[in-house]
C-alpha cells in the first residue's frame, strides 16, 4: 500500500485503490472527503481558521488557513470526478494540546464544522478537541479512516551526573 504523508499546509486526492493519506494532529485539523460514487477522497492538513486583519499573504502562508485549505481540496476533487453534492466529510484534530495557546484547537474545530455545514458536506464522523495529539490514517478510495491517540509521554533518557570531587577547594567571589 504506497503512503502519502501529510504536514500542515498541504492537501492530497486520491482516486485509486490502496493508498493512503497519513497526518499527525495537535491543535491542527484534518478533513477528509469522500465522494463514494466516484471514487475519489482527499484529506487536508490546516493550522489556523482564517487569516487576522489585512495582511498580504503568499499563497504557501494562506495553505495553513482552513478557509483556503477547504476550498483546495474540494475544487482538486472535483477535478477528479467528485460531485460536491455526494462528498461527505470526516473532522479530526483541535485538540488544546499546548495549554498556554487558549482555545485554537477548538476553534479550528468549531470552524471546519461551521465550513462544511454552509457548504452542504455532511459529516459522517467527527473526533475532535480534547487534549492529546491524533494520529490519522486515511484511506480514500473506500472512505474509511482510523485515527489514535498519540502517545502522552516522551521516553525519557536517563542522564549521568557527575559525582562531587571530595576535598578540593572552593572560591567564593
Known amino acids: ?5 501529510i504536514v500542515q499546509g498541504e492537501y492530497k486526492v486520491i482516486a485509486e485503490p490502496d493508498v493512503m493519506i497519513t ?3 495537535g491543535s491542527c485539523i484534518a478533513v477528509c472527503l469522500q465522494d463514494r460514487v466516484a471514487r475519489v477522497g482527499g484529506m487536508n492538513h490546516f493550522l489556523l481558521a482564517e487569516p487576522s486583519g489585512d ?14 485549505a477547504m476550498e483546495l481540496l474540494i475544487n482538486e476533487m472535483m477535478k477528479k470526478g ?8 470526516q473532522l479530526y484534530g483541535g485538540a488544546n494540546v499546548v495549554s498556554g495557546l487558549g482555545t485554537i484547537g ?3 474545530a468549531a470552524f471546519a464544522q461551521r465550513f462544511l455545514e454552509v457548504e452542504g458536506i455532511s459529516v ?10 491524533r494520529k490519522v490514517e486515511f484511506l480514500p478510495w473506500e472512505g474509511k479512516a482510523r485515527c489514535t491517540f498519540v502517545q502522552d509521554s516522551v521516553p525519557t533518557v536517563p542522564v549521568k551526573i557527575p ?4 576535598g578540593g577547594e572552593l572560591e567564593l567571589f
Request: glycine residues 6%; contains cysteine; positive net charge.
Open 1 to 5: 500500500m504506497k503512503r502519502f504523508p
Open 23 to 25: 497526518t499527525l494532529l
Open 55 to 68: 495582511r498580504v499573504l503568499s499563497d504557501a502562508d494562506m495553505q495553513c488557513y482552513g478557509v483556503h
Open 82 to 89: 467528485a460531485i460536491r453534492s455526494r462528498m461527505t466529510a
Open 106 to 108: 477548538h476553534s479550528n
Open 124 to 133: 459522517r464522523h467527527s473526533d475532535v478537541g480534547g487534549r492529546r495529539a
Open 163 to 166: 559525582a562531587a570531587e571530595v
